[in-house]
């Protein structure tokens, strides 16, 4: 008997996320953009917004002229990444043998078998995986069938689970699959429609190797795979069981050495199954379960992957000496974060003229002290506001300085504040400063955000009365005046 695939497959998984994250947008037309601007592209939409005519491609801006409800945000590829991790983990407790499509953000292949034993038959097994995708905030299909992408064509026109019976009833409903349906490439998707072909029934009756012939070698491997005549091994995802530790402390205890010398022995025994394990660590959470309070966490993250136990204690008694516990602890849960293993971690002898991870590690140690968010730099993001131009972000390493061609002379530097400050107004409608401000250049006109909340500025240069060149605005909404930085 053929081995048996089973398909989840999450459609337009963007922007369910999108609806998980905004729930108030339940009953709006719904969209994904590449970016918070009013220019910013299209790329999902949901049916509310295509029976609009908002599609694909357009313009926020010029879909907004189609529906004022249509509601759209970007969705970070980072929370699209922790959105998929998410799902695998669910995935993975179902059956050891799960691998994430590379190509398609809301499809994975697992492996059904050996899970009769757990769920019983593959219809209550698949029934099961869907029950946890729903948990999760999402909506598909799960298909068991015996070929991959035969059984992802019939998962993109059906929801919750299915079970195929033979491989003539999978070859039967995946021929009805349009088309459209099937992310083929538009070239192809359009030369086979000019030959009334509009299923993938059609497609497949075409002989392979006319195929190859007349639309190229990815048309004659799309073919191949659909047919379930190229079947690739699957390559399930790593299954990293969590590394946790944990100490009871009797009498309950709050003393920072105590402590320190009890997370000790906890390290040195998740070190060690690290080491079993061939990983390293790349970081550290301790929970302090309290005697009368609720559970603290601190996260300790090193400067790289590592083994040395002895630099991951410093990093743990650098964070033990600002964290202040609300009762004393009566358990402690260390768990590691498994990182893979490099060379550099066995080398025996470290570089003596420069060590380039010097400035790493002394990071690593004001984050310890003082949090994640002590060491930051600037980040340059869109937004049409000024202050929304960039945004603080955590800094792990510095790259080594590179020299730069010497500035020009006379270039100045505009300081801008992160908010804008407000100046009282003068009679004669001129912001008041000390010293007086002279003459003021402008206006520059700033209006947008009629997408958002409508904002209309007109900025000025300013030049006091002691020589400083101030940047400030007049906001014509709140009728009011604001400095917004100065000019060196």
Known sequence: MRARVACLDVPALPLQLLSRQRPEWADAPLAVVEADHPQAKILWVDRRA????????????????????????????????????????????????????????????????????????????????????????????????????????????????????????????????????????????????????????????????????????????????????????????????????????????????????????????????????SLALGALTITFELERAEPQVVRIEPARATRDGLSVLELVRLRLASLRLASPAERLVLTAEPASLDGTQLALFGGRRKDPEASARGIARLRAMFGDAAVTRARLKDGWLPENGWAWEPVASIDEPRPRAAPERGRLVRRVLSRPEPLPTGPDRRPLTRPALGALTGPYRLQGGWWVREAARDYYFGEREDGALLWLFFDRRRERWFLHGQVD
């Open 50 to 277: 295509a029976r609009k005519r908002v599609r694909v491609g357009m313009r926020y801006a010029s879909a907004l002229q189609l529906s004022r409800e249509l509601r759209a945000a970007p969705v970070p590829e980072a929370a699209l990444r922790a959105a998929r991790a998410e799902i695998l983990e669910a995935l993975q407790a179902r059956t050891p043998r799960v691998e994430p499509d590379p190509a398609r953000a809301g499809v994975y292949w697992l492996d059904p078998s050996g899970m009769g034993n757990l769920f019983g038959p593959l219809e209550r097994w698949s029934a099961n995986v869907h029950d946890a995708l729903t948990v999760l905030g999402f909506d598909g299909a799960v298909v068991v069938g015996f070929g991959r992408l035969p059984s992802w064509a019939i998962a993109r026109v059906r929801r919750g689970p299915f079970v195929i019976e033979s491989p003539a009833e999978e070859a039967r409903l995946a021929g009805r699959v349009p088309l459209t349906r099937l992310e083929v490439p538009p070239e192809l998707r359009d030369a086979l429609l000019a030959l009334g072909i509009t299923d993938l029934g059609g497609f497949l009756s075409l002989p392979r190797g006319d195929v190859g012939t007349r639309f190229g070698a990815e048309a004659r491997a799309l073919h191949a795979r659909f047919a379930d005549a190229l079947r690739d091994p699957m390559q399930p995802a790593p299954f990293v069981e969590p590394i946790v530790m944990d100490a009871e402390l009797e009498p309950p205890d709050d003393d920072q050495h105590r402590l320190l010398f009890c997370i000790k022995g906890a390290l040195h025994a998740l070190l060690h199954e690290l080491a079993r394990r």
